[in-house]
């Protein structure tokens, strides 16, 4: 399965942006496809997943209610919005694919390149 997650960019404090995450090669129906970034000098850390079910993880903590995950499977596509954004969610957001979706980075078998996502204050 290949990834290409896009949509990041420079936005000021308190805007949005919508992240894409393309799959493709595979079945899109049977991966569960999770959201995690990484911030210079911290270890990758989960966002949120979306079961191949269509059910959602819960999210991380600083991230709730800020953000909808939601998949479309016409496009083998899932997005993830992000509202009032602040600069600590300034960080490469990275999507990932397995068979079970899981809060572990290493548990997560195939990723993307990632995208930058930039908040200015």
């Known amino acids: 399965v290949q990834l290409q997650a896009s949509g990041g960019g420079l936005v000021q404090a308190g805007g949005s942006l919508r992240l894409s995450c393309v799959a493709s090669?595979?079945?899109?129906?049977?991966?569960?496809i999770g959201w995690f970034r990484q911030a210079p000098g911290k270890e990758r850390e989960f966002v949120v997943a979306i079961l191949w079910n269509g059910m959602v993880t819960t999210s991380a903590d600083s991230m709730k209610g800020r953000i909808t995950i939601s998949r479309e499977a016409a496009k083998n596509t899932v997005y993830l919005q992000m509202n009032k954004m602040n600069a600590e969610d300034t960080a490469v957001y990275y999507c990932?694919?397995?068979?079970?979706?899981?809060?572990?980075?290493?548990?997560?078998?195939?990723w993307g390149e990632g995208t930058q996502v930039t908040v200015s204050s």
């Open positions: 990932a694919a397995s068979g079970q979706a899981s809060m572990n980075p290493r548990a997560m078998k195939y």
């Open positions: 090669g595979g079945t899109f129906s049977d991966y569960s």
